[in-house]
């Protein structure tokens, strides 16, 4: 449907519920982009305090050559649900211990060059040195799955903005229902207005100004308008009046016919001379394709 045909009550309804619907999921975005920014910030200080803890118990593990208390060491890391695997590798690069450990030798990648934190794609590798800068003794590497955290994140917040967003609309809905009446009221009481004036063509009728904004100086005037349209009227039905009354004085009869042959007017002169000839003259020129007055007064 056009919006030229919508009711004005509706289209400011609709107007404030879709505004405020935008607003929020502007907002709703916006604070899932931070909160994304801010849970891969999290994810990797979390990953870089366990990398650093386990480096640090690793370094006897390493230093005894003791592959079991390696493999305890990294099963300990299950306790992070979304830990992909972790590897400890010894100073000549070989694996030394896996998490997890039924995993396949080829299922983890060689030692890595370089040292540090980063994310490839929603995966966060870390890569955390063994035992001191002078004397290394190993390298652990670990891999966090965060895509799984921010799927579970995104779930959560889609739960939170589902329900802010019915709670905004309930708001928006009842504030446009206030708003509505203040701005559509004046509007279709002029618009009744117009129509009532149309239909009993009284040009006496106001419309009531509710204000003096736009909409109260269109109303006032409109009104005007009418006073204007009412003493044309009145100055008007004057001068008819004094027109026919002139005519009914005359002494001769006087007839005035329309573009369709019927007659608009006939002074008292001439409805006596109807009843006293009927016309017959008048009659018999007009008999075959004009009204007679006898059938037009009738």
Not at 47 to 76: K, P
Not at 133 to 151: F, I, K, Q, V, W
Not at 228 to 236: S, T, Y
Request: overall charge neutral.
């Amino acid at each position: 449907m056009p919006l030229n045909n919508i009711p004005i009550r509706k289209k400011v309804m609709g107007s404030i519920l879709l505004t405020s619907v935008v607003v929020v999921v502007l907002l709703q975005t916006a604070f899932f982009a931070f909160d994304l920014i801010a849970l891969r910030d999290l994810s990797e200080r979390q990953l870089i305090t366990i990398g650093a803890v386990t480096a640090v118990d690793a370094r006897d593990a390493l230093a005894s050559a003791d592959a079991e208390r390696g493999a305890e060491l990294l099963a300990a890391l299950s306790t992070s649900p979304h830990m992909v695997r972790a590897a400890i590798f010894d100073d000549a690069g070989h694996l030394f211990a896996r998490y997890p450990n039924h995993a396949a030798d080829n299922q983890f990648p060689p030692m890595p060059d370089s040292d540090g934190y980063r994310f490839i794609g929603a995966t966060l590798v870390g890569v955390q040195p063994i035992g001191a800068a002078s004397h290394r003794l190993g390298t652990l590497l670990l891999e966090y799955d965060s895509s799984a955290a921010l799927l579970d994140r995104f779930w959560s917040s889609l739960r939170l903005s589902a329900i802010a967003t019915v709670l905004v609309l309930l708001v928006a809905y009842w504030l446009s229902r206030a708003a509505q009446r203040q701005i559509s009221r004046p509007v279709v009481a002029l618009a009744n207005t117009v129509a009532d004036i149309a239909t009993r063509q009284d040009f006496s009728v106001r419309a009531v100004s509710r204000g003096s904004d736009e909409i109260g100086e269109l109303t006032a005037g409109f009104n005007v308008m009418l006073d204007v349209i009412e003493a044309r009227e009145f100055a008007l039905g004057q001068s008819d009046l004094r027109y026919r009354a002139t005519l009914d004085r005359l002494l001769e009869g006087c007839q005035i016919i329309g573009r369709d042959w019927r007659y608009v007017y006939v002074n008292d002169t001439a409805a006596r001379q109807v009843r006293r000839t009927r016309f017959d003259e008048f009659a018999r020129a007009r008999k075959n394709d004009r009204p007679t007055i006898n059938r037009t007064l009738e």
